[in-house]
């Protein structure tokens, strides 16, 4: 099992940064996809940020060039930051581990604009 936590959200202006967290209750081994999901009111979750074993990464188009995923072995988290935030960015945010077979899902954190 896998406990995954995230944190970091709140409110933001147009255009403004954020960075939110997802730290796993373990070290995770072996072959792994880590990715950040969100979901706005209304609509169907998506994905919008993945990290490999090996460190390869993938965007969705919606946040390509805005939005970094990394992540700290050592600290067994994985970081989101997300720049030039847009309404469009008001959403549920959640961290998720596939560790074949399993799937791991955090309780999501909020992130709203502002204006």
């Known amino acids: 099992q896998v406990q995954l936590v995230e944190s970091g959200g709140g409110l933001v202006q147009p255009g403004g940064s954020l960075r939110l967290s997802c730290a796993a209750s373990r070290t995770v081994f072996g072959t792994y996809i880590m990715a950040w999901h969100r979901q706005a009111p209304g609509n169907e979750r998506e994905r919008i940020a993945t990290?490999?074993?090996?460190?390869?990464?993938t965007y969705a188009d919606s946040v390509n060039g805005r939005f970094t995923i990394s992540r700290d072995v050592a600290k067994k988290t994985i970081y989101l930051q997300m720049n030039a935030l847009r309404q469009d960015g008001t959403a549920v945010y959640y961290c998720?581990?596939?560790?074949?077979?399993?799937?791991?899902w955090g309780q999501g954190t909020q992130v709203t604009d502002s204006s």
């Open positions: 998720n581990l596939i560790e074949d077979p399993e799937n791991y």
């Open positions: 990290i490999v074993t090996r460190g390869a990464t």
